[in-house]
């Protein structure tokens, strides 16, 4: 079955950095959401793509987090300048459709910073 | 307000007994989707069942099924003959068409399967 796969599984970094993660979603699939998970709490909506834009945010996706498709495949999650808080489990999600259908999830990348 | 409402945080079963998970959901939607979601230790997230608010039948796929009660807004998810595997966090989700199909999880509930 095809999969949503995401990379690095963990990545660790310092305050203040720049991370980028990254996502390949199923290839026929035009929507595209990132989770977060923060340790022991729930999975909380950051931002949703479609049409190589951003078509909702949550109040968590602030200026220091941007979404890119740079080329059809990839679909990326960046942090400008990351703080303790952002330290959590970051899920890439894709479906075929906007309709009420199954979101196929990756893996998760594990960020933490330091 | 909470859209969904676990309020179990953490339950024990028997291994080859059932479990029933509850779920409860608030949407002024017509059209909305509840997912449940088992997520192992290991962290990722995996898709278990689905239920549309149109579908009639209740969901099923192999030992998970979900009790559908639209009246009273309840997505209970029922595990079949337990197994040791099943121990993990469960999450019940839902996607409204008034939400932009992003999907409102609930809380979570950790499910430990005793031998």
């Known amino acids: 079955e095809p999969e949503v796969t995401q990379t690095p599984s963990h990545q660790v970094t310092q305050m203040g950095q720049e991370v980028i993660l990254r996502c390949v979603p199923i290839?026929?699939?035009?929507?595209f959401y990132w989770y977060r998970q923060i340790l022991g709490q729930k999975v909380e909506f950051l931002v949703s793509?479609?049409?190589?834009?951003?078509?909702?945010k949550s109040e968590i996706f602030d200026d220091q987090f941007s979404v890119e498709r740079p080329d059809g495949s990839n679909f990326t999650l960046k942090i400008r300048s990351t703080k303790l808080e952002d330290s959590a489990m970051y899920f890439c999600?894709?479906?075929?459709?906007?309709?009420?259908?199954?979101?196929?999830f990756g893996s998760g990348t594990q960020l933490s910073v330091l | 307000a909470q859209k969904i409402t676990q309020t179990q945080p953490g339950m024990f079963v028997q291994e080859k007994e059932a479990v029933t998970l509850d779920c409860t959901y608030d949407t002024s939607d017509q059209s909305y989707g509840l997912f449940w979601y088992k997520q192992p230790s290991s962290g990722e997230m995996i898709f278990l069942i689905y239920q549309g608010s149109y579908d009639e039948q209740n969901a099923t796929e192999g030992r998970y099924s979900l009790n559908f009660q639209k009246a009273r807004k309840s997505a209970n998810l029922v595990i079949s003959a337990s197994q040791l595997g099943d121990s993990a966090m469960y999450f019940c989700a839902m996607r409204e068409s008034l939400g932009d199909y992003k999907l409102s999880f609930g809380a979570g509930t950790t499910v430990t399967v005793r031998a």
């Open positions: 793509f479609y049409n190589n834009e951003i078509s909702e």
């Open positions: 290839s026929n699939h035009l929507y």
């Open positions: 999600a894709s479906s075929v459709s906007g309709q009420n259908e199954k979101l196929f």
